[in-house]
Nanobody, 114 residues
Framework: QVQLVESGGGLVQPGGSLRLACATS????????MGWYRQGPREERELVAS???????YYSDSVKGRFAISRDNAKNLVYLQMNSLKPEDTGLYLC????????WGQGTQVTVSS
């Protein structure tokens, strides 16, 4: 069973930046797509960014131009660089494989507020 551990969240003012990291276990990481999700107060989850094993990248319209996803296959890590943060970016951020999801981790909370 793949384990997912997210980190890097926090409280930031509008316009600020954060870098999230997702650590994964499991030898199939190199062959798996990975994505970052944002969970709102009603526990709805939105896929905001994903990266395939071959490097194909997707961004939702809400974050395009502000967020950047990347992966380090040698370290089994996925990153989400978040710039120009807005209050509507507030939420619990989780990572997972969008094609074949594993058990969800605890996530990391991002709060954008002045």
């Amino acid at each position: 069973q793949v384990q997912l551990v997210e980190s890097g969240g926090g409280l930031v003012q509008p316009g600020g930046s954060l870098r999230l990291a997702c650590a994964t276990s499991g030898s199939i990481f190199n062959f798996s797509a990975m994505g970052w999700y944002r969970q709102g107060p009603r526990e709805e989850r939105e896929l905001v960014a994903s990266i395939s094993s071959g490097g194909f990248i997707y961004y939702s319209d809400s974050v395009k131009g502000r967020f950047a996803i990347s992966r380090d296959n040698a370290k089994n890590l996925v990153y989400l660089q978040m710039n120009s943060l807005k209050p509507e970016d507030t939420g619990l951020y989780l990572c997972n494989n969008p094609v074949a999801p594993s058990m969800w981790g605890q996530g990391t909370q991002v709060t954008v507020s002045s």
